[in-house]
C-alpha cells in the first residue's frame, strides 16, 4: 500500500511536470502516463528482483527533470528538512562544524555558546561513536543526520583526542536549536575598507548584512568588499534586500518570465538603503551561485560596483550539480538581470550560451566535498 501510494503521488507529480514543461496535447500526456504506469506494474510483478519504489521514482523523476534542463530539480520529502534549514538557518542539533578528513570526521569548528562548546568538544575531535553505533567509515553527511535532532533531546558522543593520553571521551549532550550565522565575519581592513562575508541567502541574512554595514560605515568605512566566495545561494528575496541596502529605493534587479504573462514577475528593491555612493567590490568564485548571481549581476549591471573573481563553473567542488531547489511547482521560471542578461547557463528557448553562471532558483546550497580547503560541511547544513 505504501508503494502504491508512493507512485499515485509520483505520478501526480509527473503529470504537474509534464502539462508543465511541455505543450502536448493532454490526450498525449494522459496516454505516456498510462505507459509509464503499466511499465512500472509489469516491473513490480515479473521482474525477478524486488524494485525500490522510492528510489526508481525518484531517478525516473530526476531524469525526467535533467532531459528538461540542468537545472530544475525535485526535492523528495525526506529532504525537505534540510530545505528548511537552509532557507530559514536553524535546525536541532548541537551546533559544531564538522569535516571528512583521511582519519574520519572530526569536530572543526563548534559555534560559540553551543551545546557542543558547553560540554567540551573542541576542533580535532575525532567522532567515534554517536549514541550506539560506531561511526567508522560514515561519511560526513552521516555524521550530520544522526547529530541533528529534535531540540531537547539527548545524544552521547564519543570522540578520539589528538595528543591525550587515554583519549576516548564521552560526552552527554542535549540538543538546541542553532541559528546559521549568514555573516560569519565582518569587519575593517587596512586603508578604512569594510569587508563582510556572506556564506547564504537566508531569512536572516537581510538584518545581519544590514547590521554589519552600519556597524562598518559607523567606523569609518570608505569602502565595502561583500564577499560572496562559496556562496551557492538561497532565497531571491533575500538577494533583493541585500541588493536594496546599496541601491535606490524602487531600482528593478530582476525579472522572472515564466510560460504565460500570468508568470512574469519583477522584483525591485523596497527598503531604505544605507549608502547607495559608498564604492563597492563583490567577490566570486567558482561556487558562487543562484542569488549570489542575482546580487553580482545586478551590481555589474547597475554599475554599481565593482566584479572580482572567476564566474561559477557548471560543477561545484564534488563534481556534482550545486543545486538544491524548492519542491516542484508547476511553472519554471527564466531569471533575467537589469541588463536583460539570463543567468542560466544556457537560453533553452535558442539553446545557446548566455551566461558563465546558473539559474538561481527560490534556494540553493553548494555542496561541498573533503579536500577543498574552502569545502568544509557542518551537521548545521545539507552536508557532502
Known amino acids: 500500500m505504501k508503494k502504491l501510494t508512493l507512485f499515485a503521488a509520483a505520478l501526480i507529480v509527473l503529470s504537474m511536470l ?11 500526456i494522459s496516454r505516456n502516463l498510462d505507459i509509464f504506469n503499466s511499465l512500472y506494474k509489469e516491473l513490480q510483478t515479473f ?3 524486488s524494485i525500490d519504489a522510492e528510489k526508481s521514482i525518484n531517478t525516473a523523476i530526476a531524469a525526467m527533470l535533467n532531459d528538461i534542463d540542468p ?15 537552509m532557507t530559514t ?17 572530526i569536530i572543526a569548528d563548534p559555534y560559540e555558546g553551543s551545546p557542543a562548546q558547553r560540554a567540551g568538544l573542541r576542533p580535532g575531535d575525532l567522532i567515534v561513536m554517536i549514541d550506539s553505533d ?39 549532550i542535549k540538543r538546541a536549536k542553532i541559528q546559521i550565522p549568514s555573516v560569519p565575519y565582518y569587519g575593517m581592513l587596512k586603508d578604512n575598507v569594510g569587508y563582510i562575508s556572506l556564506n547564504t541567502f537566508s531569512e536572516k541574512s537581510y538584518p545581519e548584512v544590514r547590521e554589519a554595514l552600519e556597524k562598518l560605515i559607523k567606523d569609518g568605512a ?28 524602487g531600482t528593478t534587479v530582476l525579472n522572472t518570465r515564466g510560460k504565460g504573462v500570468l508568470n512574469e514577475k519583477v522584483y525591485k528593491t523596497s527598503v531604505a538603503p544605507v549608502d547607495t555612493k559608498i564604492p563597492l ?15 553580482t549581476g545586478a551590481i555589474q549591471d547597475l554599475d554599481r560596483g565593482v566584479v572580482i573573481g572567476n564566474p561559477r563553473s557548471e560543477r561545484s567542488c564534488n ?15 527564466k531569471y533575467y538581470i537589469p541588463s536583460g542578461r539570463l543567468i542560466q547557463a544556457i537560453d533553452y528557448s535558442h539553446a545557446t550560451p548566455r551566461h558563465s553562471g546558473a539559474n538561481p532558483r527560490l534556494a540553493e546550497h553548494r555542496v561541498p566535498q573533503a579536500g577543498d580547503e574552502r569545502c568544509v560541511t557542518s551537521e548545521a547544513s545539507p552536508p557532502t
Open 18 to 28: 509534464a502539462s508543465a514543461a511541455t505543450r502536448s496535447k493532454k490526450s498525449d
Open 47 to 49: 521482474y525477478v528482483d
Open 71 to 85: 537545472y530544475t530539480e525535485y526535492i523528495p520529502a525526506k529532504e525537505q528538512e534540510q530545505f528548511r534549514t
Open 89 to 105: 538557518g536553524e535546525y536541532g542539533g548541537i551546533g559544531s562544524v564538522i569535516q571528512e578528513t583521511p582519519r574520519g570526521v
Open 134 to 172: 560506531s561511526v567508522a567509515g560514515w561519511k560526513s553527511s552521516k555524521v550530520s543526520e544522526h547529530l541533528k535532532g529534535q531540540n531537547g533531546t539527548m545524544l552521547r558522543v564519543l570522540v578520539n583526542r589528538p595528543y591525550v593520553k587515554d583519549s576516548i571521551l564521552s560526552f552527554d
Open 222 to 249: 570608505k569602502g565595502i568588499v561583500l564577499d560572496l566566495r562559496s556562496n551557492g545561494g538561497g532565497l531571491v528575496e533575500s538577494a533583493v534586500q541585500i541588493l536594496g541596502l546599496f541601491l535606490p529605493k
Open 281 to 295: 567590490a563583490v567577490l566570486i568564485d567558482g561556487a558562487s551561485a543562484s542569488a549570489s548571481e542575482i546580487v
Open 319 to 333: 563534481h556534482t550539480p550545486a543545486s538544491l531547489t524548492t519542491p516542484f511547482s508547476s511553472h519554471h521560471s
